[in-house]
Each structure stands twice: as C-alpha cells, then as structure tokens.
C-alpha cells in the first residue's frame, strides 16, 4: 500500500527552473533511498540522482551544477530542483524508492507514474 506522488513537473523555457518533489506514502518502517531517473523517447530510463536517507547523494554527470536533490526524512519526501534547463532535459521523469514496508524484513522498490517535464520556447 505504499505509493509515491509525484508533483512539479510540466513546461519551462530554456533556461528556467522547474522544482519537481515526491512524497512517499503508506506504512513505511524506513527508506534507504529515493531519487528521480528520466526517460526520453527511444531512450533508456537514466539515472537522474538518488539520495539517502543520510543524506548522500549521486547525480548523473549530465544535469551535476545544474540540478540539485534533497529530502525530508520527515516527510519521507525528495525533491529535485532543476536549474538552467535544456531542451534535452525533456523528459518522463520518474520517482523511485527503496525502502521497508512496515512488520517486512527486506528492502522493495517502488516506482511513481512519472511526470512530464517539456523544456521548449
């Protein structure tokens, strides 16, 4: 019964910003990590970037100065703001999680629906 809600996405210019975030919900005992990957189309899903719940972080080489992740260990949420957008950030990007459901031993994953970000004048 766990879900992640993904809100934030939709059109920006070249050179905006967007600030896309994602809240997991449900009966959660811990998350390891959560973070936001993209996919273009006839392109593979690609890393975007991930963060624990420690506060590590990894980002894909291609949006690194550009884009930043954080989160709420509180409200068991991630955020990604995007900075400086290009045309080729146009993408699905998708929330992802790694985390343990409630009275359950091991880590599953889980995936949002994914949100639309268009970059385009």
């Known amino acids: 019964q766990v879900q992640l809600v993904e809100s934030g996405g939709g059109l920006a210019q070249p050179g905006g910003s967007l600030r896309l975030s994602c809240a997991a919900s449900?009966?959660?005992?811990?998350?390891?990590?959560m973070g936001w990957y993209r996919q273009a189309p006839g392109k593979q899903r690609e890393l975007v970037a991930t963060?624990?719940?420690?506060?590590?972080?990894n980002t894909a080489e291609s949006v690194k100065g550009r884009f930043t992740i954080s989160g709420d260990n509180a409200k068991n949420t991630v955020y990604l703001q995007m900075n400086s957008l290009k045309r080729e950030d146009t993408a699905v990007y998708y929330c992802?999680?790694?985390?343990?459901?409630?009275?359950?031993?091991?880590?599953?994953?889980?995936w949002g629906q994914g949100t639309q970000v268009t970059v385009s004048s």
């Open positions: 992802h999680a790694e985390l343990r459901r409630s009275g359950i031993s091991y880590y599953t994953h889980y």
């Open positions: 963060v624990t719940s420690g506060g590590r972080t």
């Open positions: 449900g009966r959660i005992f811990s998350i390891n990590d």
